[in-house]
């Protein structure tokens, strides 16, 4: 079945560092990906909307130009937390869906534990 | 409101028992309605979902039960399992795909 691969698993970085996230769709092309931030006990709120090929679109209260997102395939989409603070310590997860398919499912990434210290 | 509220906030349900978790959504745009469950450190895995034009859906042990007219939808889980806890989310989404999540529910089944 469709598969979202999401790496690394888990990254300890200090503040004021940088941090590449990667979300690949491992069996099927996404048009679209979402990335979702989650803390402990917490739902997941949604951050940004990443399309191929175009400028992600990013939620209310999410800067832009601290969660840098692109989308440069159909199988890879990148977060990148730039100078990482601790309030940036959070689970991030990262969703697809297959864009042959409208009634396809969204399914998602094991999601990047991010530790900033 | 793109809310989605979602109860109860935690459950504990003896083995082999019935667990339900109820949700409700304002947004009459939504038209895709999944169940996930995740548990510690992994990412949500999708359990079933159902679309507006069907009042239940039922794939194994999980059952969905949506009710259109008064924006409500459940998931039952049968014979429930010590290996079900975990934490449920429903969601629901419009075209566009994006994801409305409810609270989630800490489920926790007794052997």
């Known amino acids: 079945g469709a598969v979202v691969s999401q790496h690394p698993s888990w990254v300890i970085c200090k503040s004021g560092t940088s941090v590449k996230i990667e979300c690949r769709s491992l069996?099927?092309?996404?048009?679209?990906m979402f990335w979702y931030r989650q803390f402990p006990k917490q739902s997941l709120m949604l951050m940004a909307t990443?399309?191929?090929?175009?400028?992600?679109?990013?939620e209310q209260g999410v800067e832009k130009d601290k969660f840098l997102i692109n989308h440069a395939s159909l199988t890879l989409s990148t977060l990148t937390v730039t100078s990482a603070h601790p309030e940036d310590s959070s689970f991030y997860i990262c969703?697809?869906?297959?864009?042959?398919?409208?009634?396809?499912?969204?399914?998602f990434g094991n999601g990047t534990r991010l530790t900033v210290t | 409101q793109q809310q989605v509220k979602q109860s109860p906030q935690s459950l504990i349900v003896q083995k082999g028992g019935i667990s339900i978790i109820n949700c409700a959504y304002e947004n009459t745009a939504f038209d895709y309605f999944p169940w996930y469950q995740q548990f510690p450190g992994k990412g949500p895995a999708l359990l079933i979902a159902i679309r507006p034009d069907v009042s239940e859906k039922k794939e194994g042990r999980f059952t969905i039960s949506f009710n259109k007219s008064a924006k409500q939808f459940s998931l039952h889980i049968m014979d429930s399992q010590p290996g079900d806890s975990a934490t449920y989310f429903c969601a629901a989404s419009g075209s566009a795909r994006q994801l409305t999540f409810g609270s989630g529910t800490q489920l926790t089944v007794l052997p």
């Open positions: 990443s399309n191929e090929g175009s400028k992600a679109t990013y």
């Open positions: 069996d099927f092309q996404a048009t679209t």
């Open positions: 969703s697809a869906s297959d864009v042959n398919s409208y009634n396809s499912p969204l399914h």
